[in-house]
């Protein structure tokens, strides 16, 4: 009973690790750059669709929507005002710049939404269950790892079979020959970011009702799934996403069978081990060095 | 340090002094908090500033810091001073164990780490409760003292304001030691670095070590001064704000820590009063201090102040030929029977050479016949899967390319690998280390008179005339190429490795460095030379080799060389060519599709393109001829968009379009077709493609692949296949066929039967003659001389960024000058 | 990876800053020292948090000493007629951020006395600070056990709030009396609060024969699921879970309780009530029954009764008791306003020897909101509230209703 149910948890916090660390991915694998503060940008998605759907009593699906669409923009936005003008100029400034940015968000998000962590109205996906192997499972449990799969699924679907996906594996895989086709780069790396923003809109939204909503929910999980990318190899989606289910999965065996102590210290000691072993990450693939 | 810096530093310090006596228990503790900051700050600096390397874990260090001292005073009863040694010791220990990961990692994965670590520090500290105290911290850890007197806030504001100042000044002795400039040599080009018998995971780890002491040495005075230390006293969000105080203050700068910690600690204690917003107002500040001022704010505030190099040029003072000569002379580098493959292509092929002292060996080749692998074998880069280097007695092939540069075996290299960042005099002043930098030399400056007038006369040797202090990013092309090689010859080597010196020099500094390399082998040097300009190799060379898609096909003089063929054949290709002329009578259409008229560029400041002016009309295939390092590619690039900016017009059909992105340039209509094809590896071959036509709607696109498929019937049996999986001849077929489908205007090729084989060669030639026939308007790149003018109507020559000759293809093939452009004169002086 | 994170670096090293370095330095310098003291007025500090996940405690307890003194400066004031002047500083949870901010508060503000927050840490960090420098430090909702009990003599701090030592005894004893448990699992914040009342439990656990502790879970602030730790505690055969933290967190512990279907009683220490706990926990909320100092639902006294009036008056989004979050902040913040100003009258002075020997020493008794205090602190006892004052109540709707 504690490792399957263990397992459960795992599971939806893997894939939920996953799908911010694939908001990682898409930006770093098109311009080499990451919002080092997509937490924040899940927090958005999370309080965004609350203020709409409860505070405002618009619609749920509207709401989502809605919520969805800000998170891409926000993407947008971080790319022009935290990115580009410091990549433009060959400096790594971006990363502190967009930790600002992130800071700046949080604090706004304090003063507007409020400083009291709210929580999700009950709705069926918390109260809907079914017992699998005698453990009882949310239906919300089953939709995390569905929708992160689905939209690695879809990821890779958009990238194989769309004009426009191909066109961005193009600009991954040589940005030159890709502009030479007549490929926008700077608005590939847009596009990037725009989904970035979206995975994270996602996860936040998803995380809301297992998880409290306020201005400070998403920095621990950001920084886990950049863990996780990292460890995934950032530059590879199914990588990022089975790296996410072990990340979730190691947290939830350690603590079921060592005991919580021991959870935080483990994980991130495992994270540098595993990249003592593999400096590439668990998927990674080496480069070829030339001179 | 120069009297008015002094005089300064004395009247802060004394300013500060007074502050002290002057300031009451809060402000105390914030100026030492500003102090310790700075500390920490500091000592990131040596990680961030002069190694490159970012850490986000420097918070770990600072709890190890803070931990043994409040651990020691507390609960063993140690004194404070003993206590804060022992704390720098164990910080400076955890440093290097944490460099093992770290430096096998870089970028984002090196944040990582840093970030790992501090959580795992952090997390520790909260359960190793028997020696941390837990979650509850340590309480009441004593104040330093000395003898019967305890230091108060006053006292711990004059010691921290007292170590600030002491880290300041050694931080600013070791960027000027042989540790500091190794530091920063590493960070400008780790390989160049290398080459130079540094040794980047020893100067990597020592920086490590060093950032780490410090911010275990600030820790520890903190935990001493707060008197109450806790996991949460250390949360990763204070690593963020240690990097933010390099980062705002300036990284590299002296004072750039100082002053970015004065702005990160005390600016939210002046908005203290704002209470809830001060962290809004803290992001929105940053943001704006790395948009505005991204030197940080020490770049800002000494740009005005910055003098331009001025220094004089440098004067031989010692006598360079005994110092090259002096070195175990008469050592023979031979390889035998090297042999490496990538991917299953064999780069190099089971050659051997001799290159003897006193003589100029020159290894040449087409394009990617495996010279600068050769280069890299010999050098280190790579490890020989068989075969062996020998440097006199002893083998060198698989020793670590620091190694066999202390080995006595130096390098240059095809793009210069400068340290860009620092002076002319330093790069050659790094040099003379041989990579050996000294425990001892941690904070000496490396200012030795001797060494000073030695690499001053190396420069005035290798005919460098520019200034000394001059920073050798900022270089022009040529003097780059000179200082690289005075920084070879300042490692006292037995042999001199240079990798197309004089790739992008024009006539007369070709010339000059063509002297040089003689002079440099007489004085006994093995010298090896790839180059590409023949006029120079068969001035120089007293033996060439030549290679050809990875193995020696020739070896001999000069002359015979020349003579030999074999060698002039795989130089400018069969004469003859199935791919027919244009038939007679049926000439292009007219109307201008592309006239550039004026079209310069440069890389930096080297001027690449100067004064380009040629047409190409509708119907027509224009060649562009020339030897390696011509500006060939360059002008493709160029008109493509690749390269931006450039200067001039550039117009199609009428349209100007030299300030155009790539993206828009295809879209108008001008595709090129890369060097080095440049299909997208991970997609199949239809894919590729489809993406050929991403600008254009194309409802048909089914049957427009088709059709390309049955005019590339190679491709029709891949593909499915991913792209990267085809060979050469598969891949410039399917790099056609991406171009063609776009329906260019104009149709640009550059080298497109680079490394192919001779049938594919013909196949394809025969290709761009039906295309020509079809009235497709073509500007083609090819070394392949004979081929490119077999099928072009007219034809341009590109020597050194210019062009030389114009005129039909005909004419062109006739005249004698060409094969000179590529093969150069024999012992020929140039002009 | 193609590119290597290279820092942009400056050329040359230039002297000339430390002249601005310098000039920067005085100017700062000059307006540390130019802080003004307005001598009129009693100044009284605050350290709480004001930003960040606590926040909304840092406000409850804004409210509770902005209505106490707004009540004592419309009665005249004290000390003959100086007002009482608020200066709140945000710790932003942390406590090396306390500390700085007392600091400011003790020399820079030059406090009489000043009061803390909910983060037991850093009121921990800020107690040997007040000691040193003499200051009084009312704790008013922070409860670990060392932060009155913590050997200095003299004793600066006081409070007026519950003490984890005392809770964690009541806890144990009501898990059993009222549902029969005999064996406590606990599931414990991982900070410093959580250490205290593992220790104030463990302690309580020899004392009392009828419950045994059969587990110790911890878990994180930021923690999602906690199903794993109960699962442990499952198996462990716990009957009743004892559980120690924030609303936030603690809504986690009952969604994960709720998820995993497991249908056991919970007690719990005060924290679940700074916050919308009904709200995030979801249905399962009224399943936790926890301590509190006072409840606003209910027959109110005459205290109760003006402090209400008053929050309405002063916060237009107070309707009734349902609003006032985080009630317990707010009333014990007010008595402890009222006991602090008492004292600082009856010792006629800003002294803080005089104030700590006033409060020690205070005459007659006084008839605060949560109850009668008379002589509430001694030399040996510096807090005001026993667990004869501790009631343990429930969440009913949004109504925090007494249980007992």
Same mark, same amino acid.
């Given at each position: 009973m504690l490792i399957p149910s263990a397992l459960i948890t795992g599971f939806g916090l893997g894939s939920m690790y996953g799908l911010l660390a694939l908001g990682f991915y898409v930006t770093y694998s098109v311009?080499?750059?990451?919002?080092?503060?997509?937490g924040s940008t899940m927090m958005l998605g999370a309080v965004l669709c609350f203020t709409f759907w409860?505070?405002?009593?618009?619609p749920v699906w509207l709401a989502v929507l809605l919520a969805l669409l800000a998170c891409a923009l926000w993407g947008v936005v971080v790319e022009r005002v935290a990115v580009r003008p410091f990549v433009v100029r060959g400096s790594n400034a971006w990363l502190m710049a967009t930790v600002a940015l992130g800071i700046v968000v949080e604090n706004v998000v304090l003063f507007t939404f409020g400083k009291d962590p709210r929580g999700m109205p009950p709705s069926f996906l918390t109260s809907e269950a079914f017992f699998v192997a005698g453990i009882k499972v949310q239906a919300l449990q089953l939709m995390i790892p569905i929708v992160g799969l689905s939209i690695a699924v879809g990821l890779h679907l958009f990238s194989r079979r769309t004009k426009y996906g191909k066109a961005l594996l193009a600009v991954v895989q040589n940005p030159d020959a890709a502009q030479l086709m007549g490929i926008n780069i700077v608005a590939a790396v847009l596009l990037a970011f725009a989904m970035s923003g979206l995975f994270a809109g996602i996860a936040g939204i998803l995380i809301a009702p297992l998880f409290t909503i306020s201005s400070t929910m998403g920095t621990l999980f950001g920084i886990k799934a950049f863990a996780v990318a990292i460890l995934g190899g950032i530059g590879n989606a199914w990588g990022v996403m089975a790296a996410g289910l072990i990340y979730g999965l190691a947290e939830a065996l350690i603590t079921a069978l060592?005991?919580?102590?021991?959870t935080q210290i483990l994980t991130f000691a495992l994270v540098i081990l595993a990249l003592a072993i593999r400096p590439n990450g668990l998927f990674g693939q080496a480069s070829v060095q030339k001179v | 340090m120069s009297l008015r810096a002094l005089l300064l530093s004395a009247a802060v310090t004394a300013l500060l002094v007074v502050a002290i006596f002057n300031a009451n228990g809060y402000e105390l503790y914030v100026l030492s908090l500003v102090g310790l900051t700075a500390i920490v700050g500091i000592g990131l600096n040596v990680l961030?500033?002069?190694?490159?390397q970012i850490s986000l874990g420097q918070v770990g260090f600072y709890a190890i810091g803070a931990y043994t001292v409040g651990i020691l005073t507390t609960?063993?009863?140690?004194?404070f001073w003993p206590a804060l040694l022992l704390a720098a010791v164990v910080a400076a220990i955890a440093g290097v164990a944490l460099s093992i990961? +770290?430096?096998?990692v870089r970028g984002p994965y090196l944040a990582m780490v840093t970030i790992a670590f501090a959580f795992v520090i952090e997390q520790s500290a909260a359960e190793w409760r028997g020696l941390?105290?837990?979650?509850n911290g340590l309480m009441g850890i004593p104040t330093p003292g000395l003898a019967e007197f305890s230091f108060a806030e006053r006292e711990i504001a004059l010691l921290v304001l007292f170590l600030t100042a002491a880290m300041t000044y050694l931080y600013a002795r070791l960027s000027r030691s042989p540790w500091g400039k190794a530091m920063r040599a590493i960070r400008d080009s780790e390989v160049a670095g290398q080459s130079i018998g540094l040794n980047p995971m020893l100067v990597r780890t020592m920086a490590f070590a060093l950032s780490a002491l410090t911010a275990g040495v600030a820790g520890g005075v903190f935990a001493s001064m707060s008197g109450f230390i806790s996991p949460?006293?250390?949360?990763?969000?204070e690593s963020i704000l240690f990097l933010l105080v390099v980062m705002i203050g300036g990284?590299?700068?002296?004072?750039g820590p100082l002053v970015g910690a004065v702005i990160v600690v005390l600016l939210p204690e002046f908005l203290s009063a704002l209470a809830e917003y001060r962290l809004l107002l803290v992001g929105a500040l940053l943001l704006v201090v790395l948009r505005l001022a991204p030197g940080g704010i020490v770049g800002l505030l000494a740009r005005p102040f910055e003098k331009p190099a001025a220094g004089t040029s440098p004067q031989s003072k010692r006598d360079i030929v005994e110092f090259l000569s002096?070195?175990?002379?008469?050592q023979t580098l031979s390889a035998s029977r090297l042999r490496i493959a990538f991917g299953g292509v064999? #780069?190099?092929?089971d050659v051997s050479f001799d290159a003897r002292p006193g003589e100029v060996t020159s290894v040449i080749g087409p394009n990617g016949a495996g010279k600068t692998t050769v280069l890299n074998l010999i050098g280190g880069f790579y490890d020989p899967e068989q075969g062996s280097i020998r440097l006199g007695d002893r083998?060198?092939?698989?020793? +670590?390319s620091h190694k066999v540069a202390r080995a006595g075996i130096a390098r240059t290299y095809q793009t210069t690998q400068l340290f860009?960042?620092?002076s002319v005099l330093d790069n050659v002043m790094i040099g003379l280390r041989q990579g050996r930098?000294? #425990?001892? $030399?941690?904070?000496?400056?490396?200012?030795r008179p001797a060494d000073l007038d030695l690499a001053e006369s190396l420069l005035a040797f290798v005919g460098y005339d520019g200034a000394?202090?001059?920073?050798?990013? +900022?270089?022009a092309h040529v003097d780059k190429r000179l200082v690289e090689i005075a920084r070879a010859l300042a490692t006292h080597p037995s042999a001199l490795l240079l990798d197309? &010196?004089? =790739?992008?020099?024009?006539a007369a500094d070709t010339a000059r460095l063509g002297e040089l390399v003689r002079q440099m082998a007489e004085l006994g040097l093995v010298v090896i030379l790839v180059e590409h300009d023949m006029r120079l190799v068969m001035s120089v060379s007293d033996r060439v080799v030549v290679l050809d898609a990875g193995r020696k096909i020739a070896d001999g003089t000069a002359a015979e060389v020349r003579a030999d063929p074999v060698v002039v054949n795989a130089y400018l290709?069969?004469?003859?060519? $199935? =791919?027919?002329?244009?038939?007679?009578?049926?000439t292009a259409t007219g109307g201008e599709v592309l006239s550039v008229s004026d079209l310069r560029a440069a890389y930096g400041a080297a001027?690449?393109?100067?004064?380009i002016d040629l047409h190409v009309d509708n119907g027509e295939l224009v060649a562009v001829l020339g030897a390696n390092g011509a500006g060939k590619s360059t002008l493709m690039r160029a008109l493509s968009g690749l390269?931006?900016?450039?200067?001039g017009r550039v117009c199609l059909l009428g349209r100007?379009?030299?300030?155009?992105a790539a993206h828009r340039i295809a879209d108008a209509g001008v595709v090129l077709v890369p060097e080095g094809r440049q299909?997208? &590896?991970?997609?199949?071959v239809v894919d590729n493609i489809r993406l050929g036509a991403f600008c254009r709607s194309a409802p048909d696109l089914g049957n427009e692949v088709e059709a390309m498929l049955e005019r590339f019937p190679r491709l029709r049996e891949r593909?499915?296949?991913?792209?990267?999986?085809?060979?050469g001849g598969e891949q410039q077929m399917l790099a056609l066929a991406r171009g063609l489908i776009a329906r260019p205007k104009l149709l640009m090729l550059d080298e497109?039967?680079?490394?192919?084989a001779p049938h594919l060669i013909q196949e394809l030639y025969a290709t761009l003659a039906e295309l020509r026939d079809e009235g497709m308007t073509i500007l083609l790149v090819d070394q392949m001389a004979g081929l490119a003018l077999g099928v072009a109507d007219r034809a341009f020559v590109l020597e050194s960024g210019a062009i030389v000759h114009g005129g039909p293809a005909a004419e062109i093939r006739d005249q004698q000058g060409l094969e000179k452009a590529y093969l150069?004169?024999?012992h020929g002086t140039a002009p | 990876m193609k590119r290597v994170l290279v820092m942009p670096r400056s050329l040359r090293l230039t002297r000339r800053p430390a002249m601005l370095l310098g000039m920067t330095l005085g100017v700062v310098l000059a307006g540390f020292t130019a802080a003004? !003291?307005?001598?009129d007025t009693v100044k009284i500090g605050h350290v709480a948090?004001?930003?960040?996940?606590?926040?909304q405690s840092g406000e409850a307890i804004t409210r509770g000493l902005s209505v106490a003194i707004d009540e004592i400066n419309a009665a005249g004031?004290?000390?003959?007629g100086r007002q009482i002047e608020l200066v709140q500083r945000d710790d932003e949870s942390k406590p090396p951020k306390g500390l700085i901010a007392a600091r400011e508060l003790i020399f820079?503000?030059?406090?009489?006395a000043f009061l803390g927050g909910i983060d037991s840490p850093v009121s921990l960090a800020i107690v040997p600070l007040a000691n040193q420098n003499k200051v009084p430090f009312m704790g008013v909702?922070?409860?670990?056990?060392?932060?009155?009990?913590?050997?200095?003599?003299?004793?600066y701090v006081f409070r007026v709030s519950a003490v984890d030592a005392l809770v964690d005894v009541k806890l144990l004893k009501y898990a059993n009396g009222k549902f029969g448990a005999r064996k406590a699992g606990l599931m414990l914040i991982n900070n410093p609060w959580g250490e205290s009342n593992e220790k104030g439990l463990v302690a309580a656990d020899k004392e009392n024969g009828n419950i045994e502790i059969v587990g110790i879970e911890k878990f994180e602030?930021?923690?999602?699921?906690m199903v794993p730790q109960l699962t442990r505690l499952k198996q462990a055969g716990a009957d009743v879970i004892v559980l120690v933290v924030n609303a936030p967190p603690g809504a986690q512990m009952m969604k994960s309780r709720e998820r995993m279907g497991w249908n056991v009683p919970v007690v719990s220490h005060w924290?679940?009530?700074?916050?919308?706990f009904p709200e995030l926990a979801g249905?399962?909320?009224?399943d936790a029954h926890f301590v509190q100092?006072?409840?606003?639902?209910g027959k109110q006294g005459p205290a109760g009764e003006r402090l209400l009036a008053a929050l309405k008056k002063k916060y237009p989004?107070?309707?009734?008791?349902?609003?006032?979050?985080?009630?317990v902040g707010t009333a014990n913040a007010y008595d402890a306003m009222h006991l602090l100003a008492k004292a600082i009258d009856a010792a006629g002075s800003t002294d803080g020897d005089a104030i700590r020997k006033s409060l020690e020493n205070m005459q007659g008794s006084y008839q605060g909101l949560i109850k009668t205090y008379?002589?509430?602190?001694?030399k040996g006892n !510096?807090?005001?509230?026993?667990?004869?004052?501790y009631i343990m109540v429930r969440y009913v709707g949004n109504t925090i209703t007494p249980v007992e």
């Open positions: 311009s080499n750059t990451v919002n080092f503060a997509q409860v505070t405002l009593g618009w060592l005991g919580s102590t021991y | 961030l500033g002069l190694t490159g609960n063993h009863g140690v004194s990961p +770290a430096l096998r941390t105290g837990g979650w949460e006293s250390f949360p990763f969000f990284a590299e700068r002296v004072l002096s070195r175990r002379g008469g064999r #780069a190099v092929d083998d060198v092939a698989r020793l +670590a860009e960042h620092m930098l000294g #425990a001892g $030399s941690l904070v000496r400056p490396d200012e000394l202090d001059q920073s050798a990013g +900022a270089l197309e &010196p004089a =790739a992008g020099l024009n290709g069969e004469e003859q060519s $199935s =791919a027919k002329p244009r038939p007679a009578g049926s001027p690449v393109l100067t004064d390269h931006r900016p450039v200067q100007e379009i030299q300030n155009y299909v997208f &590896p991970e997609l199949s593909r499915r296949q991913r792209a990267g999986l085809l060979s497109p039967s680079l490394g192919l150069g004169e024999l | 003004a !003291h307005a001598a948090a004001l930003s960040g996940p606590s926040a004031g004290i000390l003959g820079k503000e030059k406090v009489a909702w922070a409860a670990a056990t060392p932060i009155t009990r913590n050997s200095a003599d003299p004793n602030n930021n923690d999602v699921d924290g679940i009530s700074g916050g919308r249905p399962t909320a009224g100092t006072y409840s606003f639902f989004a107070i309707k009734g008791p349902e609003d006032v979050f985080s009630p008379s002589k509430p602190f001694s !510096h807090d005001a509230l026993g667990p004869d004052d």
